[in-house]
Protein backbone atom coordinates (compact mmCIF):
# COMPACT_ATOMS: atom_id res chain seq x y z
CA UNK A 1 0.00 0.00 0.00
CA UNK A 2 1.09 3.31 -0.93
CA UNK A 3 0.28 6.86 0.51
CA UNK A 4 0.39 10.62 -0.14
CA UNK A 5 -0.26 13.03 2.59
CA UNK A 6 -1.87 16.09 0.47
CA UNK A 7 -1.89 19.89 1.84
CA UNK A 8 -5.27 20.66 0.68
CA UNK A 9 -7.46 23.83 1.31
CA UNK A 10 -8.85 21.77 4.32
CA UNK A 11 -6.05 20.96 5.64
CA UNK A 12 -3.99 17.49 5.72
CA UNK A 13 -5.21 14.71 3.48
CA UNK A 14 -3.94 11.12 2.59
CA UNK A 15 -4.81 9.59 -0.03
CA UNK A 16 -4.27 5.73 0.29
CA UNK A 17 -3.40 3.15 -2.55
CA UNK A 18 -3.43 -0.38 -2.98
CA UNK A 19 -3.18 -2.71 -6.31
CA UNK A 20 -3.65 0.08 -8.42
CA UNK A 21 -6.91 1.51 -6.94
CA UNK A 22 -7.70 4.19 -4.45
CA UNK A 23 -8.58 2.48 -1.10
CA UNK A 24 -9.10 5.81 1.43
CA UNK A 25 -8.97 9.48 1.24
CA UNK A 26 -8.64 10.60 4.76
CA UNK A 27 -8.46 14.18 6.91
CA UNK A 28 -5.15 14.20 8.87
CA UNK A 29 -1.93 12.36 8.58
CA UNK A 30 -1.84 8.66 8.85
CA UNK A 31 0.74 6.09 9.38
CA UNK A 32 0.82 2.51 9.52
CA UNK A 33 3.45 -0.10 9.06
CA UNK A 34 1.90 -1.05 6.02
CA UNK A 35 1.83 2.40 4.01
CA UNK A 36 5.08 2.78 1.89
CA UNK A 37 5.55 6.50 0.76
CA UNK A 38 6.74 6.36 -2.56
CA UNK A 39 4.38 8.41 -5.07
CA UNK A 40 2.63 6.46 -7.86
CA UNK A 41 1.33 7.83 -10.98
CA UNK A 42 -2.20 6.81 -9.25
CA UNK A 43 -1.91 8.94 -5.99
CA UNK A 44 -0.30 12.12 -8.26
CA UNK A 45 -3.89 11.88 -10.43
CA UNK A 46 -5.56 11.66 -7.32
CA UNK A 47 -4.06 14.31 -5.95
CA UNK A 48 -4.75 16.33 -9.23
CA UNK A 49 -8.06 15.79 -9.21
CA UNK A 50 -8.29 16.85 -5.51
CA UNK A 51 -6.97 20.02 -6.22
CA UNK A 52 -9.23 20.52 -9.19
CA UNK A 53 -11.83 19.85 -7.33
CA UNK A 54 -11.06 22.62 -4.50
CA UNK A 55 -10.54 24.78 -6.84
CA UNK A 56 -13.93 24.37 -8.43
CA UNK A 57 -12.78 22.78 -11.80
CA UNK A 58 -13.79 18.99 -10.85
CA UNK A 59 -17.35 17.95 -10.72
CA UNK A 60 -16.69 14.53 -10.95
CA UNK A 61 -13.82 11.98 -10.28
CA UNK A 62 -12.18 9.44 -12.76
CA UNK A 63 -10.17 7.07 -10.28
CA UNK A 64 -10.39 3.41 -10.00
CA UNK A 65 -11.40 2.96 -6.14
CA UNK A 66 -12.07 -0.31 -4.11
CA UNK A 67 -14.94 0.00 -1.79
CA UNK A 68 -14.76 -2.52 1.14
CA UNK A 69 -17.40 -3.39 3.57
CA UNK A 70 -20.80 -5.53 3.98
CA UNK A 71 -23.25 -5.69 1.32
CA UNK A 72 -25.49 -3.16 3.68
CA UNK A 73 -22.51 -0.91 3.49
CA UNK A 74 -21.70 -1.08 0.12
CA UNK A 75 -25.02 -0.41 -0.82
CA UNK A 76 -25.46 3.14 0.99
CA UNK A 77 -21.81 4.17 -0.29
CA UNK A 78 -22.60 3.10 -3.91
CA UNK A 79 -25.84 5.41 -3.08
CA UNK A 80 -23.50 8.21 -2.40
CA UNK A 81 -21.80 7.96 -5.36
CA UNK A 82 -25.30 8.80 -6.80
CA UNK A 83 -25.82 11.96 -5.05
CA UNK A 84 -25.01 15.17 -7.45
CA UNK A 85 -22.62 17.50 -7.36
CA UNK A 86 -24.00 20.90 -5.49
CA UNK A 87 -26.88 18.36 -4.27
CA UNK A 88 -27.68 16.60 -0.75
CA UNK A 89 -29.94 14.06 0.49
CA UNK A 90 -31.07 13.05 4.42
CA UNK A 91 -30.21 9.60 5.70
CA UNK A 92 -33.62 8.93 5.01
CA UNK A 93 -33.19 9.86 1.18
CA UNK A 94 -30.45 7.36 1.62
CA UNK A 95 -32.64 4.74 3.74
CA UNK A 96 -35.58 4.87 1.23
CA UNK A 97 -33.20 4.48 -1.94
CA UNK A 98 -31.39 1.04 -0.98
CA UNK A 99 -34.89 -0.24 -0.22
CA UNK A 100 -34.80 -0.15 3.33
CA UNK A 101 -36.83 3.13 4.65
CA UNK A 102 -36.13 2.70 8.71
CA UNK A 103 -32.69 1.79 8.05
CA UNK A 104 -31.40 5.74 8.50
CA UNK A 105 -29.37 4.94 11.84
CA UNK A 106 -27.82 2.01 10.29
CA UNK A 107 -27.27 4.35 6.97
CA UNK A 108 -25.72 6.40 9.43
CA UNK A 109 -23.16 4.39 10.28
CA UNK A 110 -21.86 3.20 7.22
CA UNK A 111 -21.59 6.28 6.19
CA UNK A 112 -19.27 6.99 9.17
CA UNK A 113 -17.14 4.04 7.68
CA UNK A 114 -17.04 4.99 4.59
CA UNK A 115 -12.90 5.35 3.85
CA UNK A 116 -12.65 7.37 0.54
CA UNK A 117 -13.83 10.91 1.63
CA UNK A 118 -14.80 13.19 -1.09
CA UNK A 119 -15.00 10.97 -3.77
CA UNK A 120 -17.40 8.82 -1.91
CA UNK A 121 -19.80 12.06 -1.15
CA UNK A 122 -20.76 11.21 2.35
CA UNK A 123 -20.30 15.23 2.92
CA UNK A 124 -23.09 15.28 0.82
CA UNK A 125 -25.64 13.64 3.37
CA UNK A 126 -27.36 16.07 5.67
CA UNK A 127 -30.20 15.88 8.13
CA UNK A 128 -34.24 15.26 7.34
CA UNK A 129 -34.36 19.05 7.97
CA UNK A 130 -31.77 20.15 5.84
CA UNK A 131 -29.28 20.67 8.75
CA UNK A 132 -25.30 19.63 8.38
CA UNK A 133 -24.64 16.58 11.05
CA UNK A 134 -21.95 14.50 12.02
CA UNK A 135 -18.80 13.56 9.33
CA UNK A 136 -15.64 12.49 10.77
CA UNK A 137 -13.41 14.95 9.93
CA UNK A 138 -15.65 17.71 11.84
CA UNK A 139 -19.15 19.14 10.77
CA UNK A 140 -17.36 22.51 10.11
CA UNK A 141 -14.76 20.02 7.34
CA UNK A 142 -18.81 19.42 5.64
CA UNK A 143 -20.39 22.44 5.48
CA UNK A 144 -16.86 23.63 3.64
CA UNK A 145 -17.11 20.52 1.52
CA UNK A 146 -20.72 21.83 0.83
CA UNK A 147 -19.48 25.28 0.10
CA UNK A 148 -17.47 24.66 -2.05
CA UNK A 149 -19.72 22.72 -3.89
CA UNK A 150 -22.55 25.62 -3.93
CA UNK A 151 -19.88 28.22 -5.17
Known amino acids: ?64 IALSGTNFQLKVWNELLRIDYGSTKSYKDIANAIGNPKACRAVGQAIHKNLIAIIVPCHRVVGSNGKITGYAAGVDIKQKLINIEKS
Open 1 to 64: MFYLHYKSPLGIITIIEQNGKITEISFGKKYTAELINTPTPLLGIAKKQLEEYFSGKRKFFDLP
